[in-house]
């Protein structure tokens, strides 16, 4: 028979049931709450800059980096192997055209120097010498000529003479045939010494030829050592400032090693730097927005290095106001290059949201106070606006600041 149940216990088993009911309304809350507080955050208002989507042009361009370097500027290089005697200036210094800068150890050059002065004197004077010979030799053989000449014409004379007196009877065949003979034996003579002075005469041109050869050599020479002992007397090339100097006197210079650089600071240029895969997009003659601070000035491109280093291409930029006070040596600056244009296309203000082009999770407007993650895609851009290609339209208002702590969530509330 069944016991009927006591009150007590009815009341208890009712008080558990609700006691579980409410835990698990309880955690259902909990969870509720934490999933809501994932889509949805409250943000300051102040730590939120919008951008607004609108139509309009847009000039792409690249950007980089660069620093401002002398317009122009001289390296003074050593010309010789030697050791340092003395410094007589420092960097900074503002100098002119011929100041003495650095004082190098000739002492070696300069015996070298004399040494080939000695040796063309002597060449010149063995050249003189072997002029002189060969004067004296075509003199003789010129002589010599003269003299057979004159034995020519006399044998000339004995022929007819002896011809004459054989057709008056007086003569005879054989004393005609011996003159005749002698005649074309001076002949013969007189032709050899000619042919001879000919050769003495070349002979003596090319032995000339050959020591003026190596006196002009020994004059090259010289010329070249006396630009190098004058470059070694290091003075200043042209009025400017002292930017670079060695100072360390009896260090050991090498031959080409940079010893002092002299800059004109009246005018800079720009060298920059931009990653190899970007440079494609630049080329010479492209405009150039400076960027020094708050300062923007325009520029152009005027070279690019053909080879990367490191993944890294160098190029000029020859500000269109080289002067400006702005520039000034070592600076850091940003470049924006042109490389495009596109007109009328859907354009979002430049942040710091954008990476390049491609896809984007960007929190755009949804209604007042209310941000929504959306989908978005991007083309080029440049320093103020980015194209919009799809996911955006003209009027939305779009969180262009560094968003990334919001990742998380797809929908924001601005308080």
């Known amino acids: 028979m069944d016991k009927k149940i006591d009150t007590k216990v009815l009341q208890s088993r009712r008080r558990r049931k609700l006691v579980k009911i409410g835990l698990a309304i309880v955690v ?63 960097a900074g210094d503002s100098v002119k055209a011929g100041t003495p800068l650095l004082e190098l150890d000739l002492e070696s050059e300069q015996s070298n120097y004399d040494k080939m002065v000695d040796s063309k004197r002597v060449s010149e004077q063995e050249l003189a010498q072997l002029q002189l010979q060969s004067q004296s030799a075509i003199s003789e ?16 004379i004995d022929v007819m003479n002896e011809r004459r007196l054989d057709s008056l009877g007086s003569g005879t065949g054989d004393r005609v045939r011996l003159a005749e003979t002698a005649l074309q034996t001076a002949q013969l003579e007189l032709s050899r010494l000619r042919e001879q002075l000919e050769n003495e005469r070349l002979r003596c041109s090319a032995a000339e030829k050959v020591r003026q050869l190596q006196v002009s050599s020994i004059d090259k020479d010289l010329t070249i ?46 060298i920059g730097e931009i990653a190899e895969g970007s440079s494609e997009r630049m080329s010479i003659g492209a405009r150039v927005l400076i960027r020094i601070g708050k300062v923007e000035l325009e520029g152009m491109v005027t070279n690019i290095t053909p080879q990367s280093k490191s993944g890294i291409v160098q190029f000029i930029v020859n500000p269109d106001d080289p002067r400006n006070p702005r520039l000034r040596s070592g600076a850091r600056v940003e470049l924006y290059i042109s490389y495009g244009f596109c007109d009328s296309v859907v354009r979002l203000p430049m942040g710091q949201y954008y990476k390049g082009a491609g896809t984007y999770d960007l929190y755009v407007e949804e209604s007042p106070n209310h941000l ?5 895609r991007l083309g080029e851009g440049n320093r103020k606006y980015v194209e919009v290609i799809s996911g955006l339209n003209p009027g939305d208002k779009v969180a262009i600041g560094d968003m990334s702590q919001y990742e998380k969530y797809s929908s924001l509330k601005i308080k």
């Not at 607004?52 to 690249?62: A, N």
């Not at 100097?245 to 650089?261: L, T």
């Not at 929504?372 to 978005?376: A, D, I, L, T």
């Open 28 to 90: 259902a809350t909990a969870v509720l709450l934490g999933i809501l507080m994932m889509l949805e955050k409250s943000i300051d208002a102040r730590s939120v800059t919008l951008g607004t989507v609108d139509v309009g042009d847009i000039e792409t361009t690249v950007s980089a980096t660069g620093s401002v370097v002398p317009a122009y500027e001289e390296i003074i290089n050593s010309p010789i192997t030697t050791s340092l005697l003395g410094v007589y200036a420092i």
């Open 141 to 156: 053989l010129s002589l010599q000529i003269a003299v057979k000449e004159m034995e020519v014409s006399g044998k000339k």
């Open 225 to 270: 050592m006396h630009n190098t002992l004058q470059r070694g007397k290091i003075t200043a090339p042209h009025d400017g400032v002292l930017t670079f100097i060695v100072n360390e006197i009896g260090s050991q210079i090498s031959a080409g090693q940079k010893v002092a650089v002299v800059s004109n600071l009246s005018s800079f240029k720009i």
């Open 372 to 376: 929504v993650r959306k989908q978005v």
